[in-house]
């Protein structure tokens, strides 16, 4: 059961689909997900408005939330995931690498991996410091040998 945020994500976001967008529902243009049809624009003021909602989303709500929408094969879902994540960098920390890793292998698409390495990662190591600094670079260091594409893909951006 989603959460009141995710729920109203999920359905500003399939009140903003356009039928002609549909088309790629499944393709492997997007790796398979499904596809509600919404713009990217939309789904950016959808996630601006959510958090306007729910203002006091911290850290785990946050974290939690993105999860949420991560966990539904829907592009907008993941890509509305992704733009939380942008729009609160400053809340994440180096522990939160491994949820990040968790979406980036299963991102399927240099459309979600793009923006989740270069918006999300790429800003979070270099906020970080010390031991935790040390840590990070460590995980992307393994993400480059990775079995996946999508982690090879994620270190080879940063």
């Known amino acids: 059961m989603d959460s009141p945020a995710a729920q109203f994500i999920d359905h500003t976001l399939r009140s ?11 393709d492997p243009s997007v790796g398979g997900l499904g596809v509600y049809g ?9 996630v601006r408005d959510a958090l306007r909602r729910h203002r006091d ?3 785990d709500d946050i974290t939690a939330l993105a999860s949420e929408l991560w ?7 993941r890509l509305a995931a992704i733009v939380l994540l942008q729009e609160q960098t400053d809340l994440l920390t180096g522990n939160d690498l491994t ?3 968790g979406f ?36 992307v260091a393994r993400w480059a040998t990775s ?3 999508s982690l090879r893909a994620a270190a080879a951006l940063l």
């Open 16 to 26: 903003e689909a356009s039928e002609w967008r549909t088309w790629a529902n499944g």
């Open 38 to 46: 919404a713009s990217v624009g939309a789904i950016r003021g959808t």
């Open 57 to 59: 989303l911290q850290h």
């Open 71 to 77: 966990a539904t094969p829907v592009f907008e879902r």
């Open 99 to 101: 949820r990040i890793e």
């Open 104 to 139: 980036l292998r299963d991102a399927r698409v240099p459309d979600l991996i793009q923006p989740l390495t270069l918006d999300v990662v790429r800003p979070l190591l270099a906020r970080l410091t010390g031991v935790e600094a040390d840590r990070a670079q460590r995980i």
């Open 147 to 149: 079995d996946a594409d």
